[in-house]
């Protein structure tokens, strides 16, 4: 079994900041990739960030700048750090993995965390 499990979300000023934090536990033999996703009422998933095992990030067009990823591999873990919180990044903040769970298993799947809320006010 995997769990990811997220934890620093919350309320908090527009212009305020913020950091998610999310780990992986379970049967794991490795991580390739870790990443958040957002979902705002009414919309549809997005991606937000990414970040390889490697090291190599990418982010959506709309937090270039002010959101930045980091992963922990010791740790299983990965962090968002975002400053400059805007009211439209309110949405409820999903950790994602693909991991591959064994050795002699080389597919890898993806899991998610249960979601952590992060509300900008005015």
């Known amino acids: 079994q995997v769990q990811l499990v997220e934890s620093g979300g919350g309320l908090v000023q527009a212009g305020g900041s913020l950091r998610l934090s999310c780990v992986a536990s379970?049967?794991?033999?490795?991580?390739?990739?870790m990443g958040w996703y957002r979902q705002a009422p009414g919309k549809q998933r997005e991606l937000v960030a990414v970040?390889?095992?490697?090291?190599?990030?990418d982010y959506s067009d709309s937090v270039k700048g002010r959101f930045t990823i980091s992963t922990d591999n010791a740790k299983k873990s990965v962090y968002l750090q975002m400053n400059s919180l805007k009211p439209e990044d309110t949405a409820i903040y999903y950790c994602?993995?693909?991991?591959?769970?064994?050795?002699?298993?080389?597919?890898?799947?993806?899991?998610w965390g249960q979601g952590t809320q992060v509300t900008v006010s005015e």
């Open positions: 379970g049967s794991i033999f490795s991580i390739n990739a």
């Open positions: 970040i390889t095992s490697s090291g190599s990030a």
């Open positions: 994602n993995a693909d991991i591959r769970v064994s050795l002699w298993r080389p597919s890898v799947s993806a899991y």
